[in-house]
């Protein structure tokens, strides 16, 4: 669901839509995709609470009448779920956030694993930008591994559903090919890892440019 739509109907008249379009019963999922309408982001304190809990009920009507097989929620902080959950009959069953090797927001991670709340990691290869680094290259190299391998399996080991993005199929093929164990020490370590300072030319895109 757009960012964008922060009233119920706005939200319900999306999911019709987007069924429609798709000519489809059901969808497997939905997820409010930001706290905040994007050209907000970076823009304002507003956390658009009531904009975002009737946004909610649209989707928990819509799952209830089975359109919707799960719902969740993206880029949300646990204040901004906390205030989602004080008035949701259903609570969120995803978070889908920006989640790599050196960008780990553990605090987060670890209250939406607390609540019960499955925490699908975006862009576990930072778009890209992490095979841009010597240190994990070579630790991607220790493990017999490519960088984009360590990278998914680094988001598996913190208990996270991995979503990379790729067309082509031969990647596709070698990133589900993880079935190896990064040591403790090592995920520490990469837990820990330096913060990436520029996505290149995506860092305008408020999710890589710090801004949520």
């Known amino acids: 669901m757009a960012a964008e739509y922060k009233t119920y109907d706005e939200a319900a008249k999306s999911i019709d839509d987007t069924l429609a379009k798709m000519g489809l019963d059901y969808l497997d999922m939905m997820i409010i995709h930001s706290p905040q309408p994007w050209v907000k982001v970076n823009q304002s304190d507003d956390r658009y609470v ?100 360590l990278c998914v399996r680094y988001t598996l080991q913190l208990g996270a559903v991995s979503l990379p993005k790729t067309a082509n199929p031969e990647h596709m093929k070698v990133n589900a090919d993880v079935d190896f164990e990064i040591s403790k020490e090592d995920m520490e370590a990469l837990k820990d890892f330096r913060k990436i300072e520029s996505y290149g030319a995506s860092s305008a895109f408020p999710v890589y440019g710090g801004k949520l």
């Not at 929620?73 to 995803?94: C, H, W, Y």
């Not at 607390?114 to 290259?137: C, F, M, R, T």
């Open 50 to 149: 009531e904009g975002n809990r009737a946004a909610w009920r649209a989707l928990e009507d819509a799952y209830k009448a089975g359109k919707l097989k799960a719902i969740g929620v993206s880029n949300f902080q646990a204040g901004d779920i906390e205030s989602l959950i004080e008035t949701a009959r259903i609570k969120p069953m995803v978070n889908q956030i920006l989640l790599h090797i050196s960008n780990t927001p553990k605090e987060l991670v670890e209250y939406c694993q607390k609540n019960d709340i499955v925490v699908e990691a975006y862009s576990p290869i930072a778009h890209g930008e992490i095979l841009n680094q010597p240190q994990i290259k070579e630790m991607a190299s220790r493990y017999g591994v490519t960088v984009p391998q």
